[in-house]
């Protein structure tokens, strides 16, 4: 990994050994922030109050090997990166400004990927996760981890049968919370209702009628236009000897009928000016059945009137034209039905929701048997880690009980309490020695006990999930002596299958290392280039001779750092 303006850091580089590298410095050296290097790699929150002073943005980078089939490689590749020789360069960059950016193989990716990544690449455990694996509800979801599909498969039909039945119940909370408003909405649907079914509107008959009281109300002058009309063009029966436009064109026809022989352009005005004549003798027809069909019955009008009156009343409550009410009135119906039907929507929701209940409490007992039995294997698997944790004596149980609730599902043959999660409580309790009665961790262990256990609990997770690479930040915090050995020891055994980094403040940790890094400032208090060392030969005696005594050259420190070394390599 290459650091640059994190932090104290100005530049660093930070080589990790395959095996187990220890990450070592005075306190405020600038180890966490190889930790929090390595947590920008992984997609974590980008904080621009890491960017160090002066600097423009801070730039993590990372050359990480991987086999061309482990799921990272395909995921990134899945994203257009390029693996370089085996292996995948991963940036991040964080402006002071607060913007992040990420680059994988040498595309640029969104930051999230970097988290998708990071669950099949790392393991980050810290004394944040000391802090959080204390409260119940994550040892929880460590244990249900632990079991695997045991717990996992229950879990998602769980889950899902939880979330339909939350729906189902707030599907009937409110048909019955509501009953009121819908049954006066059902009322004033049905008032509406039998007004349009009274009235019978028809589709457009707004409009017809308003035509034909246009129509009736000018009937008279329409009735004389038209006469005047006809007599213009067939001639007045009161007025034999008028001169009307058939008869006229019937004498333009016959003159030209006369001499068509002589000029076929006068012959096929001819037969256009007999075409007129025709079309005249139409209209003329038309005119005179318009005159004798045009009823002036008063009666009529009154009644086109009084239907009109009746429409409009609804056309104001109910929508602007017949074709808008008749619509309304459609959905209405729709609606009614929906309303009416309520009772039996209620039925089918109890009756769901009762089946929902039966099957939650099935599926309950199913995870709380699942989570009963890998918390016999994974108490059994911590105990056993403890014992090589010098702490032979102690015994870890893990409690799983749940709380009655009459409103609850059932489980063990009594209503419980239950959550997305299932019905049970997880609680991880310890015995430190025999005849102590297992309390919860937080509080039956002290500080040094209580990060054994802790990292008993990782080592045993680290079985369970098939990571390359596990980080530890201090989880030997409250350590000391023959225990401090014991946790080395085991991190030594750990890293002989992945590889494991630890920053560390003590030397019977880093003594176990394949290789151990010194983190130390420069005067100016920054850690440059040079800021983080490979410690070798006589520079890690120095480095564990003042990590135990606080003097480098203390003959009596070295004379311990030297056999540290001995018994650790002697024990590899």
């Known amino acids: 990994m290459r650091i640059r303006s994190l932090g104290v850091i100005d530049d660093a580089v930070v080589e990790l050994s395959p095996g187990f590298t220890a990450v070592t410095g005075e306190t405020g050296a600038g180890k966490t922030m190889v930790v929090t290097s390595l947590g920008l790699l992984l997609g974590g929150r980008a904080d621009p109050a890491l960017v160090r002073i002066g600097a423009k943005a801070a730039v993590v980078e990372g050359r990480v090997v991987l086999r061309p089939d482990a799921a990272a490689a395909v995921r990134a590749e899945e994203a257009g990166a390029e693996l370089d020789?085996?292996?995948?360069?991963?940036?991040?960059?964080?402006?002071?400004e607060g913007r992040s950016r990420a680059h994988v193989g040498g595309r640029s990716v969104p930051v999230g990927l970097l988290s998708e990544l990071a669950d099949d690449l790392v393991a980050v455990h810290g004394q944040t996760d000391q802090q959080g694996l204390l409260r119940p509800a994550r040892q929880r979801q460590a244990l249900d981890r632990y079991a695997g599909d045991a717990v996992a498969v229950p879990l998602e039909k769980y889950a899902g049968a939880y979330r339909r039945l939350r729906a189902v119940s707030a599907q009937l909370d409110t048909l019955t919370t509501r009953a009121r408003e819908r049954a006066q909405e059902a009322d004033l649907l049905r008032f509406g209702l039998d007004e349009v079914a009274a009235v019978e509107p028809l589709p457009g008959e707004d409009a017809e009628l308003a035509a034909e009281a246009e129509r009736l109300g000018h009937a008279e002058s329409l009735a004389s236009a038209a006469q005047a009309a006809h007599a213009a063009l067939a001639g007045d029966v009161e007025d034999p000897e008028g001169v009307d436009a058939n008869t006229l064109v019937a004498g333009a026809h016959r003159a030209l009928e006369a001499v068509r022989s002589h000029d076929p352009v006068l012959g096929g005005l001819a037969d256009r000016i007999a075409e007129l004549g025709i079309l005249l003798g139409d209209v003329a027809g038309e005119l005179a059945g318009y005159a004798?069909?045009?009823?002036?019955?008063?009666?009529r009008l009154a009644a086109v009137e009084e239907r009109r009156a009746a429409l409009t009343q609804l056309t104001r409550k109910y929508g602007d034209s017949v074709d808008s009410v008749l619509e309304w009135a459609q959905k209405g119906s729709a609606r009614l039905l929906e309303l009416d039907g309520d009772d039996e929507r209620i039925e089918e929701l109890t009756a769901e929701r009762d089946a929902l209940r039966?099957?939650?409490?099935?599926?309950?007992?199913?995870?709380?048997?699942?989570?009963?039995?890998a918390a016999e294997r994974f108490a059994s698997a911590v105990t056993a880690e403890l014992a090589s944790l010098a702490m032979p004596h102690a015994r870890v149980t893990i409690d799983i009980r749940q709380t009655e609730d009459p409103d609850g599902v059932e489980v063990g043959g009594r209503p419980v309490a239950y959550g997305p999660a299932g019905a049970d409580e997880v609680e991880l309790l310890l015995a430190p020695h025999p005849g102590a009665q297992p309390r919860p961790i937080a509080k039956g262990a002290s500080g040094g006990e209580l990060s054994r256990v802790m990292l008993a609990v990782e080592v045993v997770f680290a079985g369970t999930t098939p990571v390359p690479t596990y980080l530890f930040d201090e989880v030997d915090a409250g350590v000391g002596g023959k225990a401090a050995v014991e946790i080395g020891r085991r991190l030594a055994k750990l890293a002989k299958t992945a590889q494991v980094v630890v920053v560390t403040h003590l030397p019977q940790v880093a003594?176990?290392?394949?290789?151990?890094?010194?983190?130390?400032?420069?005067?100016?208090?920054s850690v440059t280039r040079s800021g983080v060392t490979v410690l070798e030969g006589e520079d890690r005696i120095r480095e564990l001779s003042r990590m135990l005594a606080g003097q480098e050259d203390s003959q009596t420190a070295r004379a311990h750092a030297e056999e540290l070394l001995a018994a650790a390599r002697a024990d590899g």
């Open 85 to 96: 020789e085996g292996a995948l360069l991963i940036s991040r960059t964080v402006s002071a």
């Open 292 to 299: 004798d069909d045009l009823d002036a019955d008063p009666l």
């Open 358 to 373: 039966a099957e939650l409490s099935q599926l309950a007992q199913a995870l709380t048997d699942a989570r009963a039995e």
């Open 511 to 525: 003594a176990f290392a394949d290789r151990q890094l010194l983190v130390e400032k420069t005067v100016d208090g």
